[in-house]
Protein backbone atom coordinates (compact mmCIF):
# COMPACT_ATOMS: atom_id res chain seq x y z
CA UNK A 1 0.00 0.00 0.00
CA UNK A 2 2.63 2.47 0.80
CA UNK A 3 4.28 1.29 -2.63
CA UNK A 4 1.18 1.77 -3.78
CA UNK A 5 0.87 5.70 -2.94
CA UNK A 6 5.00 6.62 -3.56
CA UNK A 7 4.60 5.00 -6.87
CA UNK A 8 1.26 6.50 -7.46
CA UNK A 9 3.26 10.27 -6.93
CA UNK A 10 6.19 9.58 -8.72
CA UNK A 11 3.92 8.33 -11.59
CA UNK A 12 2.39 11.32 -10.85
CA UNK A 13 5.44 13.98 -11.02
CA UNK A 14 6.91 11.86 -14.10
CA UNK A 15 3.78 12.54 -15.98
CA UNK A 16 3.90 16.49 -14.97
CA UNK A 17 7.75 16.83 -15.56
CA UNK A 18 7.85 14.88 -18.68
CA UNK A 19 6.90 17.59 -20.90
CA UNK A 20 9.12 19.69 -19.55
CA UNK A 21 11.89 17.55 -20.07
CA UNK A 22 10.75 16.60 -23.30
CA UNK A 23 11.72 20.42 -24.02
CA UNK A 24 14.65 20.41 -22.84
CA UNK A 25 16.14 17.00 -24.77
CA UNK A 26 15.19 18.83 -27.90
CA UNK A 27 17.10 21.74 -26.87
CA UNK A 28 19.62 19.55 -26.35
CA UNK A 29 19.30 17.54 -29.33
CA UNK A 30 19.44 20.76 -31.39
CA UNK A 31 22.89 22.09 -29.87
CA UNK A 32 24.02 18.75 -30.63
CA UNK A 33 22.76 18.80 -34.13
CA UNK A 34 24.82 22.50 -34.18
CA UNK A 35 27.85 20.64 -33.43
CA UNK A 36 27.69 17.56 -35.66
CA UNK A 37 26.99 20.62 -38.21
CA UNK A 38 29.61 22.67 -37.24
CA UNK A 39 31.98 20.15 -37.58
CA UNK A 40 30.83 18.73 -40.87
CA UNK A 41 31.49 22.23 -42.36
CA UNK A 42 34.91 22.41 -40.90
CA UNK A 43 35.38 19.08 -42.18
CA UNK A 44 34.64 19.96 -45.86
CA UNK A 45 36.74 22.83 -45.82
CA UNK A 46 39.69 20.53 -44.36
CA UNK A 47 38.79 18.61 -47.59
CA UNK A 48 39.07 21.45 -50.25
CA UNK A 49 41.89 23.06 -48.95
CA UNK A 50 43.85 19.29 -48.75
CA UNK A 51 42.28 17.64 -51.74
CA UNK A 52 45.48 18.32 -54.01
CA UNK A 53 48.05 17.37 -51.12
CA UNK A 54 46.76 13.63 -49.70
CA UNK A 55 43.40 12.65 -49.93
CA UNK A 56 43.97 9.94 -47.28
CA UNK A 57 44.44 12.79 -44.94
CA UNK A 58 41.74 14.72 -45.55
CA UNK A 59 39.57 11.27 -45.04
CA UNK A 60 41.42 10.83 -41.82
CA UNK A 61 40.64 14.15 -40.04
CA UNK A 62 37.02 14.43 -41.28
CA UNK A 63 36.35 11.47 -39.33
CA UNK A 64 37.88 11.99 -36.20
CA UNK A 65 36.34 15.39 -36.12
CA UNK A 66 32.80 13.79 -37.07
CA UNK A 67 33.79 11.12 -34.31
CA UNK A 68 34.62 13.62 -31.62
CA UNK A 69 31.36 15.92 -32.67
CA UNK A 70 29.35 12.31 -32.20
CA UNK A 71 30.90 12.21 -29.01
CA UNK A 72 30.34 15.62 -27.82
CA UNK A 73 26.68 15.40 -28.59
CA UNK A 74 26.07 11.83 -26.74
CA UNK A 75 27.51 13.23 -24.18
CA UNK A 76 25.80 16.46 -24.20
CA UNK A 77 22.39 14.23 -24.28
CA UNK A 78 23.32 11.78 -21.88
CA UNK A 79 24.21 14.69 -19.82
CA UNK A 80 20.66 16.17 -19.73
CA UNK A 81 19.29 13.22 -19.45
CA UNK A 82 21.01 12.18 -16.30
CA UNK A 83 20.06 15.98 -15.18
CA UNK A 84 16.50 15.06 -15.84
CA UNK A 85 16.20 11.86 -14.18
CA UNK A 86 17.50 13.55 -11.16
CA UNK A 87 15.08 16.13 -11.24
CA UNK A 88 12.38 13.89 -11.19
CA UNK A 89 13.75 11.85 -8.58
CA UNK A 90 14.07 14.98 -6.42
CA UNK A 91 10.38 16.39 -7.70
CA UNK A 92 9.11 12.92 -6.13
CA UNK A 93 10.98 12.90 -2.89
CA UNK A 94 9.85 16.53 -2.53
CA UNK A 95 5.98 15.42 -3.65
CA UNK A 96 6.52 12.49 -0.90
CA UNK A 97 7.70 15.22 1.92
CA UNK A 98 5.19 17.67 1.53
CA UNK A 99 2.63 14.95 1.46
CA UNK A 100 -1.10 16.54 3.12
CA UNK A 101 -1.08 15.52 6.96
CA UNK A 102 -3.54 12.84 6.47
CA UNK A 103 -1.66 10.36 4.03
CA UNK A 104 1.30 11.26 5.72
CA UNK A 105 -0.07 9.65 8.89
CA UNK A 106 -1.63 6.95 6.38
CA UNK A 107 1.67 6.15 5.25
CA UNK A 108 3.50 6.17 9.01
CA UNK A 109 0.56 3.84 10.46
CA UNK A 110 0.61 1.31 7.40
CA UNK A 111 5.09 1.11 7.75
CA UNK A 112 4.33 0.96 11.35
CA UNK A 113 1.85 -2.08 11.15
CA UNK A 114 4.08 -3.48 8.63
CA UNK A 115 7.22 -3.07 10.51
CA UNK A 116 5.69 -4.12 13.86
CA UNK A 117 4.84 -7.64 12.43
CA UNK A 118 8.32 -8.57 12.12
CA UNK A 119 9.88 -6.33 15.21
CA UNK A 120 7.00 -6.27 18.15
CA UNK A 121 9.57 -5.08 20.75
CA UNK A 122 12.18 -2.74 20.13
CA UNK A 123 12.24 0.85 18.85
CA UNK A 124 11.20 3.53 16.79
CA UNK A 125 12.76 6.64 15.37
CA UNK A 126 10.90 8.84 13.23
CA UNK A 127 11.74 12.41 12.26
CA UNK A 128 11.09 15.36 14.67
CA UNK A 129 7.96 16.31 12.47
CA UNK A 130 6.49 12.98 13.21
CA UNK A 131 7.37 11.74 16.07
CA UNK A 132 4.27 12.44 18.44
CA UNK A 133 1.87 10.84 15.77
CA UNK A 134 4.65 7.85 15.70
CA UNK A 135 4.61 7.72 19.07
CA UNK A 136 0.47 7.72 19.54
CA UNK A 137 0.53 4.24 17.46
CA UNK A 138 3.06 1.83 18.25
CA UNK A 139 3.56 0.50 21.66
CA UNK A 140 7.88 0.24 21.18
CA UNK A 141 9.91 2.40 22.64
CA UNK A 142 10.52 5.68 20.77
CA UNK A 143 13.98 7.10 20.47
CA UNK A 144 15.53 10.40 19.40
CA UNK A 145 13.94 11.75 16.29
CA UNK A 146 16.20 10.61 13.08
CA UNK A 147 17.27 13.12 9.89
CA UNK A 148 15.34 11.60 6.86
CA UNK A 149 12.41 13.36 5.05
CA UNK A 150 9.76 11.14 6.32
CA UNK A 151 8.96 7.40 7.07
CA UNK A 152 9.98 5.74 10.45
CA UNK A 153 13.23 3.28 11.27
CA UNK A 154 11.96 0.26 13.70
CA UNK A 155 15.16 -1.54 15.52
CA UNK A 156 15.12 -4.91 17.39
CA UNK A 157 15.84 -4.89 21.37
CA UNK A 158 18.94 -6.38 20.73
CA UNK A 159 19.80 -4.13 17.83
CA UNK A 160 20.02 -7.17 15.23
CA UNK A 161 17.44 -6.38 13.09
CA UNK A 162 16.77 -2.85 11.84
CA UNK A 163 13.93 -2.14 9.15
CA UNK A 164 14.78 0.95 7.07
CA UNK A 165 11.77 2.11 6.10
CA UNK A 166 12.30 5.74 5.52
CA UNK A 167 10.80 7.29 2.75
CA UNK A 168 13.99 8.17 0.60
CA UNK A 169 15.08 4.68 1.11
CA UNK A 170 11.88 3.36 -0.09
CA UNK A 171 11.86 5.79 -3.48
CA UNK A 172 15.64 5.25 -3.81
CA UNK A 173 14.77 1.34 -4.25
CA UNK A 174 11.26 1.60 -6.08
CA UNK A 175 13.80 4.19 -8.61
CA UNK A 176 16.35 1.80 -8.84
CA UNK A 177 13.64 -1.25 -9.76
CA UNK A 178 11.91 1.47 -11.79
CA UNK A 179 14.75 3.13 -13.77
CA UNK A 180 14.74 1.40 -17.04
CA UNK A 181 10.82 2.26 -17.26
CA UNK A 182 11.10 5.60 -16.08
CA UNK A 183 13.51 6.30 -18.85
CA UNK A 184 11.30 5.02 -21.44
CA UNK A 185 8.34 7.08 -20.10
CA UNK A 186 10.51 10.39 -20.39
CA UNK A 187 13.10 10.09 -23.25
CA UNK A 188 10.42 7.73 -25.63
Not at 89 to 98: C, D, I, P
Request: a neutral charge.
Amino acid sequence: MVNMEIEKATTEVLRKIKKENLIIIKEGEKEAQTIISEAEEKARKIREEKEKEANYEIQKNRQQELSFAELEAKKIIFNVKEELLDKVHNAALKRLTELPRKKREKMLKALIVSGTKDIAKGCIYANKEDADFVKTVTNLKFSEGIECTGGILIEKEDKTIRLDYRTEIILNEIWKNSLEEISRILFM
